[in-house]
């Protein structure tokens, strides 16, 4: 489909309110274009502005950072240096040189130039040159200034505080208001307006800024607020685009509130952020788009608002900071036990403000802010040691707070958040403990264009290392096999039916087709269920069982009528390989090393079994190769699997069992003094196994030294043990929906 008729089917699903705002925003941009309708020139009144500001006192600060964390100063002296040799970290490539002179149109990574247009007049979804416009606005937030002023404070050295000065003023004079890319995207400079207010509020005391300078810089950020102001992303991205944008236009104005401009951006920042914590975040605290990178965007933007908030007695409404809690309980849920979170959906690569970290493929600092602003034991637990972002933040007060707060694991080994569809289990809080998540949502909110089609997929961390990890997103522009390749679904630990994807994607950001899910929960066992593969007549339901503390159990079917193949990827970390495999029909046991994984694999048909060479993107921008388990099922629906996941036991044997009447796939489990039985029905008869018959649709067992100690059953009519009916001691887990 061409973009024109693309872009006429949008505008014919625009309602009345939608339409008159693209048309005032149209209008507006239009008489920009030629010179007409800016409004008078606003000036920053920096000393006044300054109090109310995150940021303390100078001298405090110094003499805290110095008794206190002087590896810090340390590390910052070192990257500052960098810095003034203008060596800039961009999303995952490493330091990269931007050039003795800094053209802020050029990408640094392939030196391609981009071209000074009228800001409305871009397309970056769509350049033709190949060229990802993530790169030049990553560059352009300006987040390694803070960092350079940052310094400044703590050495006092005013080489630190010229050099940020002079990069802005070059800047400036690059970039006049309205012209070339770094004015295309309202977030963007939003982002970069936050950078320039903690670069100039920290060297507010230098002589490198002088009144001229000061003056010209304030210019050019309050015009770039008064943009952001005047485009916000209401209808064009609203997401993360509107919460950041509205952040900034709400730090801005209470920091410059006496002011009629900025008064107005106050406004409309304070209302925009009470208006999208409604709408975005789910009533379980999950960020409405269903990626756990985008969730970490939408908390820190909320955050910084809410700190600055009751910095200045600033009353944001009471549910906002409910609902920021809610977010931080599901962060510190999401957090494995090193620390990161899981890539779940697309990964920008950036942050909202990158003072130490650069992005949030670990969020601990957010956890931090947390025990201190709600005095959270459990939330200063998964945070660990203080962090520096809450210092520069809360200032030194907040080290005092969070030193004399308890630190407790939170009560709960699991958590369930079924308005995003996420079943989080682990075995318990310590470093070595395992950590699963079971995707069972669908593509979230909107067009659903950070979200991946990863229904039903699991990632997977144990001792101290990740096992099965979901993908990441590599990059979204300027390569559109790899954008594809990242969102599919064979890229994500899960099941696909005949080589289709759960949903086809439409473009960078869209879905053409979306699906539902559907899922219920009951102690350790979870039953979910997707709809993705309506067309071809399929449904494809996992069951997730997990044993405490060692091991899961994932069972698969497949409802629905004719042939089919079924293929079950398992990606495996980057520095796990593939040690053993063993495969007869229907059988398949893989270990990997190091030491990490014990993956049994039993299906109803036989299974053609290939390690592939699959791909991991642990940030934007880059990928690695990693080993990717296939294992391909080829026959008549209804069929089904039952798949063990476990961290490797010494001595552990994992073999298939005999069935002898009825209809099953049944596996023997020996580990620990035990062995564990797991039968899956695939018919309707009575199943005779081992020692024990039964009618069900599953079941698993727990022997010692022959002896039931425990069951566990799903929908069970009948389990007999050597004659004596045993049913009565089961757990029973509900159905689906149920």
């Not at 871009?122 to 990802?132: F, I, M």
């Amino acid at each position: 489909m061409s973009e024109t008729i693309q872009r006429l089917r949008r505008l014919g699903a625009m309602g009345p309110s939608e339409l008159a705002y693209r048309f005032r925003e149209k209008g507006r941009s239009e008489l920009e274009r030629i010179g007409v309708g800016a409004d008078d020139p606003i000036t920053a009144d920096w000393k006044s502005g300054a109090p109310r500001f995150y940021t303390g006192n100078p001298e405090r600060l110094r003499e805290f950072f110095q008794n206190r964390f002087p590896e810090w100063i340390d590390r910052a002296v070192a990257e500052a240096e960098g810095l003034c040799r203008h060596e800039v970290e961009l999303l995952s490539h490493g330091p990269v040189a931007i050039g003795r002179q800094i053209d802020w149109h050029r990408d640094p990574f392939n030196g391609r130039i981009w071209e000074r247009r009228f800001w409305a007049d871009y397309c970056p979804e769509h350049d033709s040159s190949g060229r990802d416009v993530k790169v030049i606005h990553e560059l352009n937030r300006h987040q390694h200034l803070p960092r350079l002023a940052k310094i400044y404070v703590l050495t006092g050295n005013e080489r630190y505080a010229a050099e940020a000065v002079s990069q802005l003023e070059s800047w400036i004079h690059q970039n006049p208001p309205g012209l070339g890319i770094n004015w295309h995207s309202s977030l963007e400079i939003g982002i970069r307006a936050i950078s320039w207010l903690w670069t100039i509020f920290l060297i507010l005391p230098s002589r490198s800024l002088d009144e001229a300078a000061a003056g010209r810089i304030g210019k050019s950020l309050l015009a770039q607020l008064e943009h952001v102001y005047r485009y916000t992303s209401v209808y064009s991205s609203p997401n993360t685009h509107l919460i950041g944008e509205a952040t900034a236009l709400f730090i801005a104005g209470l920091v410059f509130r006496d002011q009629k401009r900025p008064a107005a951006w106050l406004e409309r920042g304070a209302a925009l952020l009470a208006e999208e914590a409604d709408k975005q975040v789910l009533d379980d605290g999950v960020y409405g788009e269903l990626s756990s990178y985008y969730h970490c965007y939408a908390l820190d933007f909320y955050l910084r608002a809410m700190v600055l908030a009751e910095r200045n007695r600033y009353h944001l409404p009471e549910r906002v900071r409910r609902k920021v809690c809610d977010m931080l309980g599901f962060l510190m849920h999401l957090t494995r036990p090193d620390g990161a979170i899981p890539l779940l959906g697309d990964d920008d690569g950036g942050r909202a403000l990158a003072l130490q970290q650069r992005n949030y493929r670990s969020f601990r600092d957010a956890l931090c802010l947390g025990a201190v602003l709600y005095l959270r034991e459990d939330f200063k637990y998964q945070a660990g040691a203080f962090s520096e972002e809450a210092l520069w933040l809360l200032g030194e007060d907040a080290w005092e707070v969070y030193r004399l707060l308890g630190s407790e694991p939170p009560a709960h080994t699991q958590a369930f958040f079924p308005s995003a569809g996420y079943v989080i289990q682990r075995s318990g809080w310590g470093p070595l403990d395992s950590h699963l998540v079971f995707d069972c949502g669908g593509l979230g909110m909107l067009s659903g264009g950070h979200a991946h089609a990863d229904a039903l997929s699991v990632t997977l961390f144990s001792g101290g290392r990740e096992l099965l990890v979901d993908p990441g997103t590599c990059v979204y522009n300027g390569a559109p096999e790899w954008r594809e390749y990242f969102r599919s679904t064979r890229a994500h630990n899960t099941v696909t039916i005949d080589n289709l994807d759960q949903a086809e994607p439409a473009g960078t950001f869209r879905w053409k087709t979306k699906f539902c899910s559907r899922v219920a929960r009951d102690a350790q066992y979870v039953e979910a269920e997707h709809d993705g593969y309506a067309q071809i007549g399929m449904t494809h339901r996992r069951r997730l069982l997990q044993i405490p503390p060692d091991y899961w159990i994932v069972v698969d079917d497949f409802r629905g009528s004719g042939e089919h193949t079924f293929d079950f990827y398992y990606h495996l970390a980057p520095d796990l390989a593939v040690s053993s495999l063993q495969q007869d029909e229907a059988e398949l046991v893989v270990s990997a090393e190091p030491p990490g994984l014990l993956l049994g694999l039993y299906a109803s048909w036989p299974l053609k079994t290939e390690i592939l060479c699959g791909w991991v993107s642990c940030g934007y921008g880059d990928k690695k190769p990693g080993s990717t388990v296939r294992a391909t099922l080829t026959g008549p629906a209804p069929a089904a699997a039952m798949t063990l996941l476990a961290p490797p036991a010494t001595g552990a044997v994992l073999r298939r069992l005999p069935v002898e009447e009825g209809n099953a796939i049944a596996w023997s489990y020996s580990h620990r003094g035990f062995e564990d039985l797991a039968v899956l029905s695939t018919g309707d008869s009575e199943i005779r196994v081992a020692d024990f018959r039964m009618q069900g649709e599953f079941f698993w067992l727990r022997l010692e030294s022959g002896a039931l100690k425990r069951a566990i059953t799903i929908r069970a009519g009948s389990l007999n043990h050597n004659g004596r009916n045993v049913l009565e001691d089961a757990l029973c887990a509900p159905s689906a929906g149920s």
